[in-house]
C-alpha cells in the first residue's frame, strides 16, 4: 500500500486529534505575534479594527485591470488589525499592530495542518520506529514549523513600515531593521522551504507505517535473506 494512502488512513483515523492540533497551532502563532508585541513595547493594544475583507477584494477585482496587479493587491488586503495607538499626534499614529491577513494566514493554516499531521504520525510510530529516527523527524519538522511561520508573521511598526511584513517580525525580535529588511525578497522561498520540509517529513513517516511498501518489501527480503544462508 502506498505511503499517502497510509498517511491519509492514519491521520483520517485521529482525525479529531489532528484537526485539534492544527486549531492550536494556528491560533497559538497568531496569538504568539500578538504576545510578542505587547512583550516587546509593554503596552497593551487599544483598538481593534475590522475591515471588509470581502468588499475590498470586489473592489479590487472590479477596478484593477492587470491580473498580476490585482492579484498582488489583494494577497495583501487586510482583515483584522489590533495594535497600540498613540493619540499625542493628531488623531493618532499606530505605534504597532498585529494584522490578520487572510493570504498569509492560509499559508499559516497549512504549516499547522501539516505540523499536526507530523505530530499525528509520529504519534502512530512511537513503538514502531526507533527513537534517534523519531528525533530527527521532530527536529526537522519543528525546523521547518519556525521557518516557514517566521517568513509568514504580519505585524507592524512605525520605526519600520506601515505594511505588515515578517521582516517587521524580525526587527521586534531584535534584528538589525536594515538586515531584515535586506532579507525581505526570500520571504516566499522561506516559507515554501518550510513546507517542503514538513512534507517530507510527513512522507518519511509515512513511508515507515506498518503495510507501507518499504515495510513489505523489508518484510519479503528477510524470509529470503534467511533462505540462502548457509546451515
Not at 492550536?24 to 496569538?31: D, I, Q
Not at 519479503?220 to 546451515?231: D, K, Y
Given at each position: 500500500m502506498s505511503a499517502l494512502v497510509l498517511a491519509r488512513h492514519e491521520i483520517g483515523a485521529s482525525a479529531g486529534l489532528w484537526l485539534a492540533?492544527?486549531?492550536?497551532?494556528?491560533?497559538?502563532?497568531?496569538?504568539?505575534?500578538?504576545?510578542?508585541?505587547?512583550?516587546?513595547f509593554e503596552t497593551f493594544p487599544n483598538y481593534l479594527t475590522v475591515y471588509d475583507w470581502p468588499g475590498n477584494i470586489a473592489r479590487i477585482v472590479r477596478m484593477t485591470p492587470s491580473v498580476a496587479?490585482?492579484?498582488?493587491?489583494?494577497?495583501?488586503?487586510?482583515?483584522?488589525e489590533i495594535g497600540s495607538m498613540?493619540?499625542?499626534?493628531?488623531?493618532?499614529?499606530?505605534?504597532?499592530?498585529?494584522?490578520?491577513?487572510?493570504?498569509?494566514a492560509a499559508?499559516?493554516?497549512?504549516?499547522?495542518?501539516?505540523?499536526?499531521?507530523d505530530v499525528v504520525l509520529l504519534r502512530a510510530l512511537r513503538k514502531a520506529c526507533p527513537l534517534p529516527a523519531r528525533l530527527g523527524a521532530s527536529i526537522i519538522a519543528t525546523g521547518g514549523a519556525l521557518l516557514?511561520?517566521?517568513?509568514?508573521?504580519?505585524?507592524?511598526?512605525?520605526?519600520?513600515?506601515a505594511a505588515p511584513s515578517w521582516v517587521v517580525g524580525l526587527a521586534v525580535l531584535g534584528v538589525g531593521v536594515a538586515t531584515a529588511f535586506a532579507l525581505q525578497p526570500i520571504g516566499g522561498w522561506l516559507s515554501l522551504a518550510g513546507i517542503l520540509l514538513l512534507?517530507?517529513?510527513?512522507?518519511?513517516?509515512?513511508?515507515?507505517?506498518?503495510?507501507?511498501?518499504?515495510?513489505?518489501?523489508?518484510a519479503?527480503?528477510?524470509?529470503?535473506?534467511?533462505?540462502?544462508?548457509?546451515?
Open positions: 492540533l492544527a486549531a492550536g497551532f494556528f491560533v497559538g502563532f497568531e496569538l504568539f505575534q500578538l504576545a510578542l508585541l505587547i512583550l516587546r496587479d490585482m492579484v498582488s493587491i489583494a494577497l495583501d488586503e487586510w482583515l483584522i498613540d493619540f499625542a499626534y493628531g488623531h493618532g499614529i499606530a505605534e504597532w499592530s498585529f494584522v490578520l491577513v487572510p493570504a498569509k499559508v499559516a493554516l497549512v504549516v499547522a495542518l501539516l505540523l499536526a499531521a516557514a511561520g517566521a517568513a509568514t508573521m504580519t505585524m507592524t511598526w512605525v520605526v519600520c513600515c512534507a517530507a517529513t510527513a512522507t518519511a513517516l509515512a513511508r515507515r507505517l506498518p503495510g507501507s511498501r518499504r515495510e513489505a518489501a523489508a519479503i527480503a528477510l524470509p529470503a535473506a534467511l533462505a540462502r544462508a548457509p546451515s
